[in-house]
């Protein structure tokens, strides 16, 4: 594993699923993500929230927009309208860059894991660079039984939002977040996958990554009931049958970064009495 910590134990965290499905690995990446984002002071509000109010002020402005064009409006109100469609345009602007950025990572992210059967390594960094970073967040899954291709979508299952929170709540227990306020910064990123793989509007390979050795990462590994039970091998050394039916020998595993990079948002932070 990249770093310096490669000797460092994983957090185990168990599902009660005999596999670990497409969905149920993007929804709870997708989670750990906008956790990172939040918890790191990046985001004022968890994405969720964010997405929503980005929605309703696109609608208010088209609604302001059609009000305005009114001949029978009065002047004074007219004023106020083209006073407040200031506003929202700028909440829009504000918030647009990072609506899409996590968009464009979301479906990047579903692509990946549609095209590689052997995906199961993820690294997330906040930092200046993924080689410079101020945290780092490794995500291992153990998939268990051989799941076959999933063309129905990622809807978020039960197993995927139980999953997800026994996540944030591992993450939280080893004190993610609590750090101070580093202010905007980026959200990196990296997928494990084969060599061979190419997607380059959505993913640039870095074979020889590595970060900054002077950093401790937070890891975890997801595990099913079937892997707990065969008693699996470590995280980054598994050697299934399952796997090597899946890829074949020569597509020697690398690190592939997402172009989709997150910058943190500027805001004010409450000040303590």
Known sequence: MVGSSSDMEFTEIETNA?????????????????????????????????????????????????????????ASVRRNHISRMREVKHGIKRLEKLVNTVGGLESALQLIISEVLCFEEVILVLGASPIRPQHV?????????????????????????GLSRK????????????????????????IKAPSSFNLPLHFLPKRDFRYSKKIVPSRLQIKCRKVLEMDAPECGSQTSSSRNSRESASNDLIWFQCRHVVKGLAFKIPTEE
């Open 18 to 74: 005999d596999s670990i499905d497409n969905s149920v690995i993007f929804h709870v990446i997708k989670s750990v993500f906008g956790f990172v984002l939040y918890m790191h002071q990046q985001i004022p509000s968890i994405f969720q929230d964010i997405s929503l109010e980005f929605d309703s002020l696109q609608t208010e402005y088209k609604e302001l927009e059609t009000t305005i064009t009114k001949t029978e409006l009065k």
């Open 137 to 161: 967040y490794e995500l291992c899954f153990s998939r268990g039984n051989a799941v076959p291709r999933d063309d129905g979508g990622f809807a978020k299952s039960k197993v995927a939002e």
């Open 167 to 190: 996540v944030v709540r591992a993450l939280i227990s080893k004190g993610a977040g609590s750090s101070s306020y580093p202010g905007p910064t980026k959200l990196f990123l990296l």
